[in-house]
């Protein structure tokens, strides 16, 4: 897909826990951009036009094989759309 | 494949299916065209509404959980929450609570908020067997089932509460019987009683997208601020459960959208009422988050503005400009009134809170200060000398109670006390003509909403009407609180409540001596 | 060293809610019974369907079987959403393994032809059934009266959504990892003699009216088939070796039996209902004998199979 992508705001929220933090590294790591704010059990993401998730950088950190279905049991919320969803990354970003 | 031929037994290395393709053999590739039945007998309710679908496959599934995979999340997520809960329970934390008074958001939710998680449980089943397309119909059968799990987790972190506390005990049958929670129930009544596109887009999209933050994030925070751990863990748990469901509400407008061009208007008149029928339900949130909570999260207006202004307004709506669709009709009402929303409805609960079960305060003057910070615009100008008034009152010993019962809106249910846009001053009153009769409604939003389908408001369960006709239980006050199933201590004023004096007596300094 | 911790001792003013107080005295009760007992709302609807015009929303109507108080049934079970899905996370959990360990040792390639005919030609379009039985089991989820029957429906709904799966996943192994012997199967499922007579019941069972009577019309199938093809030929399985083909079936007995934990403890409540227990045995009896034989109909090409392949 090349439509121009909006650069509006998306965001993820994680819980925060133990699990889920390599996981944020991860996403800090692969967007450069990323805003991270902590709230109290909650990590805010948060990018212009789009956030990316890769498998192969979480489960670097992770020390463990990781498949990108266990991104469920971390999230909270999300605004955006999931452009993106297979055996090695997620895509958060608006369509249009 | 025949009986007489063989695949070779070969112990060449499995090719791995990608995730996309193994999910479509798991979901969609179970349905079959019927030959020995009509497809329209097999589904019967997806043409009445308008809607046009070209092509089911077009449906998109980006959360590919299969049903083990559900399984094994799902049960992981209910062993921690279990677990939170349990600790509560044995350490005595409601004792860590701000104040007891804090409950009575608590006692709204259990009354309002989990009977309509029970019938989003029952009614996406329904989308669970009419949809036409299998993808849709898985996605709805795990919504339902997380339905369930929100309105049993709901019903089990608050069964604690409910031993030591009043206005919980008795819910569901309070959610069929009285005044207030008829604002909730008519709410999923109507969306369940129209057809299943009407539904997907209703409560999918406008109720489980549009406005899920505005509902939900201000009785989770409010948890979080106010000790209540047990609720705060609740709210995290049932979240992850909630992006699946928002991002069912998006597929489903985009699917609708762009299957054809004729659905656009419908969809479009669907996002118009939905919208404003879920906002005048919200009023209730906004009445709890402004006044209920003894430390308060956000105004009802922050909340607004950076709900529904900047991430729906700012981010989503750009989004479905694409297909034509514009912001929902009179939003500018719902943003004009946001300085006043909260204390209307407050003063609705507070002046009939004999007759709820919850109980209602005065504001304090410190907590009079925060909503004159947060809304230095209206409050200290319309609503203070109000509550002033109360506080005098109460200072010699009285409590001012509304006596006799208010005229409620036809379509949203709630009594008829909203004000005119430019001026907070004049009551903000409607009337339709149907077949004769006089019809009234709160605002030019239920207005317009009663008019495109009186047929269906007209039959509408109104509880002051029916306390009137003598369908409530009696004739007196007294009478119909017992028909509510309203206890002693549930209802009234917090301040000497059994609430209130036992949380004193709970908190008492030690007595000298041991 | 053992110890006693003292806490400060508050007297609840009541066990648990008030509905449950008034069936079962105040006493401290279930996490089940607080989660299912009178949660359905009964009166006061404010719109009727538009999609059911003589109906409320929520009607005992929707089945000619009545409980007099439908929580006269309870699940035996005792299933409220966690216990539910903790088993079926254990059960696919298991049954994961199960794969796992016949793909990493091939043993579905090594089927003798018999039984990988079988499979192939019965078990696998079986997933088609389940998936039909699935929209029988959730009309019962949205239209049964009363939490505690309709419960059990949802999860029954889910159970064959999840056996389909399961199905499917052995139609993968089989086909060495991609979907040609699931793409086979379904063309069975449409074209293939010996499975029309299945495939004409499912659907006509999948527009009857009433949930309660699809329900019942897909279980005198489940009777028949799950002992079929599962429970009664595991010896034969192992002794013939198709040891691939007894770890899979010990899935679906498991499964059979929880199913007919709930299911017949329904339908004993409505056949010893006091109000409609007689008016419930005449509905019961009618549903047996339409039933009943379309059912042995149905499934007797799949035993002719049975006994041509592995049986011989």
Same mark, same amino acid.
């Given at each position: 897909m090349t439509e121009q992508t909006t650069l509006r705001p998306v965001g993820i929220d994680l819980q925060e826990s133990e699990e889920n933090r390599a996981l944020i590294d991860a996403i800090k790591a692969d967007n450069p951009e990323l805003t991270v704010r902590h709230m109290p059990g909650l990590v805010k993401l948060q990018a212009a036009g789009q956030i990316v998730i890769k498998r192969e950088t979480v489960e670097a950190r992770l020390g463990r094989p990781w498949e990108t279905g266990e991104f469920q049991l971390a999230i909270v919320s999300y605004a955006g759309n999931f452009s993106e969803w297979d055996d090695d990354q997620i895509i958060v970003r608006w369509k249009h | 494949?025949?009986?007489?031929?063989?695949?070779?037994?070969?112990?060449?290395?499995?090719?791995?299916?990608?995730?996309?393709?193994?999910?479509?053999?798991?979901?969609?590739?179970?349905?079959?065209?019927?030959? #020995?039945?009509?497809?329209?007998?097999?589904?019967?309710?997806?043409?009445?509404?308008?809607?046009?679908?070209?092509?089911?496959?077009?449906?998109?599934?980006?959360?590919?959980?299969?049903?083990?995979?559900?399984?094994?999340?799902?049960?992981?997520?209910?062993?921690?929450?279990?677990?939170?809960?349990?600790?509560?329970?044995?350490?005595?934390?409601?004792?860590?609570?701000?104040?007891?008074?804090?409950?009575?958001?608590?006692?709204?939710?259990?009354?309002?908020?989990?009977?309509?998680?029970?019938?989003?449980?029952?009614?996406?089943?329904?989308?669970?067997?009419?949809?036409?397309?299998?993808?849709?119909?898985?996605?709805?059968?795990?919504?339902?089932?997380?339905?369930?799990?929100?309105?049993?987790?709901?019903?089990?972190?608050?069964?604690? #509460?409910?031993?030591?506390?009043?206005?919980?005990?008795?819910?569901?049958?309070?959610?069929?019987?009285?005044?207030?929670?008829?604002?909730?129930? &008519?709410?999923?009544?109507?969306?369940? &009683?129209?057809?299943?596109?009407?539904?997907?887009?209703?409560?999918?999209?406008?109720?489980?997208?549009?406005?899920?933050?505005?509902?939900?994030?201000?009785?989770?925070?409010?948890?979080?601020?106010?000790?209540?751990?047990?609720?705060?863990?609740?709210?995290?748990?049932?979240?992850?459960?909630?992006?699946?469901?928002?991002?069912?509400?998006?597929?489903?407008?985009?699917?609708?959208?762009?299957?054809?061009?004729?659905?656009?208007?419908?969809?479009?008149?669907?996002?118009?009422?939905?919208?404003?029928?879920?906002?005048?339900?919200?009023?209730?949130?906004?009445?709890?988050?402004?006044?209920?909570?003894?430390?308060?999260?956000?105004?009802?207006?922050?909340?607004?503005?950076?709900?529904?202004?900047?991430?729906?307004?700012?981010?989503?709506?750009?989004?479905?400009?694409?297909?034509?669709?514009?912001?929902?009709?009179?939003?500018?009402?719902?943003?004009?009134?946001?300085?006043?929303?909260?204390?209307?409805?407050?003063?609705?609960?507070?002046?009939?809170?004999?007759?709820?079960?919850?109980?209602?305060?005065?504001?304090?003057?410190?907590?009079?200060?925060?909503? &004159?910070?947060? #809304?230095?615009?209206?409050?200290?100008?319309?609503?203070?000398p109000t509550w002033e008034k109360h506080r005098s009152v109460e200072a010699g010993g009285g409590r001012v109670f509304f006596q006799g019962l208010p005229q409620l809106c036809q379509v949203c249910q709630i009594p008829i006390a909203f004000t005119e846009r430019d001026d907070p001053t004049r009551i903000s009153f409607r009337h339709s003509e149907f077949r004769g009769e006089t019809f009234h409604t709160c605002s030019d939003g239920c207005q317009w909403i009663f008019d495109r389908e009186p047929e269906k408001y007209v039959q509408a369960w109104l509880p002051v009407h029916q306390i009137y006709q003598g369908n409530c239980g009696g004739p007196t006050v007294p009478d119909v609180l017992a028909w509510y199933g309203i206890q002693e201590g549930d209802n009234g004023e917090y301040a000497g409540s059994p609430d209130q004096q036992q949380w004193a007596e709970w908190h008492q300094p030690a007595k000298g001596g041991n | 060293m053992q110890y006693e911790l003292r806490y400060q001792v508050i007297e609840p003013r009541r066990h648990t809610y008030q509905n449950v107080i008034d069936r079962l005295g105040d006493q401290p009760a279930s996490r089940y019974l607080e989660g299912t007992l009178d949660v359905e709302p009964r009166e006061n609807f404010h719109y009727r369907p538009t999609w059911a015009k003589d109906r409320e929303l929520y009607d005992a109507r929707y089945s000619a079987l009545r409980l007099d108080d439908p929580y006269s049934f309870l699940d035996p079970r005792q299933f409220f959403y966690t216990p539910y899905v903790t088993s079926r996370a254990t059960m696919h959990d298991e049954f994961g393994k199960t794969l796992a360990y016949l793909e990493e040792r091939n043993l579905f390639g090594r089927l003798p032809d018999g039984w990988r005919a079988l499979a192939a030609t019965v078990v696998v379009p079986l997933r088609h059934f389940e998936s039909g039985a699935q929209l029988v089991s959730v009309a019962g989820a949205r239209f049964a009266h009363g939490t505690s029957i309709e419960q059990c429906c949802t999860f029954a709904a889910f159970d064959r959504i999840g056996n389909a799966q399961m199905l499917s996943r052995v139609g993968i192994a089989l086909g060495n990892g991609g979907g040609d012997v699931l793409a086979s199967a379904k063309l069975d499922w449409q074209h293939a003699d010996h499975l029309q007579p299945l495939r004409q019941l499912i659907e006509e069972v999948m527009v009857l009216d009433d949930w309660a009577e699809g329900l019942l019309a897909v279980d005198a199938v489940d009777r028949l088939l799950y002992p079929l093809l599962y429970a009664d030929l595991d010896e034969a399985a192992l002794l013939g070796g198709a040891g691939a083909y007894s770890l899979v079936a010990q899935h679906f007995t498991a499964w059979f039996k929880d199913q007919r934990r709930w299911l017949d403890a329904l339908v004993s409540a409505w056949r010893g209902d006091e109000r409609h227990g007689g008016a419930n045995a005449a509905v019961l009896d009618r549903i047996d004998t339409e039933w009943g034989p379309r059912a042995a109909t149905a499934v007797a090409p799949l035993l002719a199979v049975v006994q041509q392949e592995v049986q011989a």
């Amino acid at each position: 897909m090349t439509e121009q992508t909006t650069l509006r705001p998306v965001g993820i929220d994680l819980q925060e826990s133990e699990e889920n933090r390599a996981l944020i590294d991860a996403i800090k790591a692969d967007n450069p951009e990323l805003t991270v704010r902590h709230m109290p059990g909650l990590v805010k993401l948060q990018a212009a036009g789009q956030i990316v998730i890769k498998r192969e950088t979480v489960e670097a950190r992770l020390g463990r094989p990781w498949e990108t279905g266990e991104f469920q049991l971390a999230i909270v919320s999300y605004a955006g759309n999931f452009s993106e969803w297979d055996d090695d990354q997620i895509i958060v970003r608006w369509k249009h | 494949m025949s009986l007489t031929e063989r695949p070779p037994a070969t112990s060449a290395p499995a090719k791995k299916l990608p995730v996309k393709q193994r999910y479509s053999l798991l979901t969609r590739d179970l349905d079959w065209e019927p030959s #020995y039945v009509n497809r329209a007998d097999l589904y019967p309710y997806t043409s009445y509404e308008g809607i046009v679908v070209h092509d089911w496959d077009g449906w998109e599934d980006p959360f590919r959980l299969t049903v083990d995979a559900y399984h094994k999340y799902q049960s992981e997520k209910d062993k921690r929450l279990y677990a939170v809960l349990d600790s509560f329970a044995q350490s005595q934390g409601h004792l860590t609570l701000s104040d007891a008074s804090y409950l009575n958001s608590i006692k709204l939710f259990i009354q309002g908020v989990t009977p309509l998680e029970y019938a989003a449980h029952r009614h996406f089943a329904y989308l669970a067997r009419y949809l036409e397309g299998p993808a849709p119909r898985f996605a709805a059968l795990c919504q339902s089932i997380d339905e369930l799990r929100h309105a049993q987790t709901q019903i089990h972190t608050i069964s604690n #509460y409910n031993k030591y506390y009043g206005g919980f005990h008795s819910w569901s049958k309070m959610h069929d019987r009285v005044w207030y929670l008829s604002v909730t129930k &008519s709410l999923f009544d109507d969306a369940m &009683s129209a057809g299943p596109f009407e539904f997907l887009v209703s409560i999918s999209f406008s109720f489980e997208y549009l406005l899920t933050n505005l509902l939900f994030v201000p009785f989770m925070s409010g948890a979080s601020f106010n000790g209540d751990m047990p609720t705060m863990s609740f709210g995290f748990s049932a979240q992850s459960d909630e992006s699946r469901h928002m991002t069912l509400g998006l597929e489903a407008i985009k699917f609708l959208l762009e299957q054809d061009e004729a659905n656009v208007p419908i969809i479009q008149g669907w996002i118009d009422k939905w919208f404003w029928r879920s906002y005048r339900m919200s009023a209730l949130v906004a009445g709890m988050m402004d006044y209920m909570l003894p430390k308060p999260v956000m105004s009802w207006k922050e909340a607004f503005e950076l709900y529904f202004e900047d991430q729906m307004l700012g981010g989503l709506f750009p989004d479905l400009a694409y297909y034509g669709i514009t912001p929902p009709r009179h939003v500018q009402d719902a943003i004009a009134e946001k300085d006043k929303l909260s204390h209307e409805v407050y003063k609705i609960l507070h002046n009939f809170s004999f007759a709820a079960a919850f109980t209602t305060s005065t504001p304090s003057d410190d907590h009079m200060a925060w909503l &004159s910070a947060q #809304y230095p615009d209206t409050f200290d100008r319309y609503y203070r000398p109000t509550w002033e008034k109360h506080r005098s009152v109460e200072a010699g010993g009285g409590r001012v109670f509304f006596q006799g019962l208010p005229q409620l809106c036809q379509v949203c249910q709630i009594p008829i006390a909203f004000t005119e846009r430019d001026d907070p001053t004049r009551i903000s009153f409607r009337h339709s003509e149907f077949r004769g009769e006089t019809f009234h409604t709160c605002s030019d939003g239920c207005q317009w909403i009663f008019d495109r389908e009186p047929e269906k408001y007209v039959q509408a369960w109104l509880p002051v009407h029916q306390i009137y006709q003598g369908n409530c239980g009696g004739p007196t006050v007294p009478d119909v609180l017992a028909w509510y199933g309203i206890q002693e201590g549930d209802n009234g004023e917090y301040a000497g409540s059994p609430d209130q004096q036992q949380w004193a007596e709970w908190h008492q300094p030690a007595k000298g001596g041991n | 060293m053992q110890y006693e911790l003292r806490y400060q001792v508050i007297e609840p003013r009541r066990h648990t809610y008030q509905n449950v107080i008034d069936r079962l005295g105040d006493q401290p009760a279930s996490r089940y019974l607080e989660g299912t007992l009178d949660v359905e709302p009964r009166e006061n609807f404010h719109y009727r369907p538009t999609w059911a015009k003589d109906r409320e929303l929520y009607d005992a109507r929707y089945s000619a079987l009545r409980l007099d108080d439908p929580y006269s049934f309870l699940d035996p079970r005792q299933f409220f959403y966690t216990p539910y899905v903790t088993s079926r996370a254990t059960m696919h959990d298991e049954f994961g393994k199960t794969l796992a360990y016949l793909e990493e040792r091939n043993l579905f390639g090594r089927l003798p032809d018999g039984w990988r005919a079988l499979a192939a030609t019965v078990v696998v379009p079986l997933r088609h059934f389940e998936s039909g039985a699935q929209l029988v089991s959730v009309a019962g989820a949205r239209f049964a009266h009363g939490t505690s029957i309709e419960q059990c429906c949802t999860f029954a709904a889910f159970d064959r959504i999840g056996n389909a799966q399961m199905l499917s996943r052995v139609g993968i192994a089989l086909g060495n990892g991609g979907g040609d012997v699931l793409a086979s199967a379904k063309l069975d499922w449409q074209h293939a003699d010996h499975l029309q007579p299945l495939r004409q019941l499912i659907e006509e069972v999948m527009v009857l009216d009433d949930w309660a009577e699809g329900l019942l019309a897909v279980d005198a199938v489940d009777r028949l088939l799950y002992p079929l093809l599962y429970a009664d030929l595991d010896e034969a399985a192992l002794l013939g070796g198709a040891g691939a083909y007894s770890l899979v079936a010990q899935h679906f007995t498991a499964w059979f039996k929880d199913q007919r934990r709930w299911l017949d403890a329904l339908v004993s409540a409505w056949r010893g209902d006091e109000r409609h227990g007689g008016a419930n045995a005449a509905v019961l009896d009618r549903i047996d004998t339409e039933w009943g034989p379309r059912a042995a109909t149905a499934v007797a090409p799949l035993l002719a199979v049975v006994q041509q392949e592995v049986q011989a």
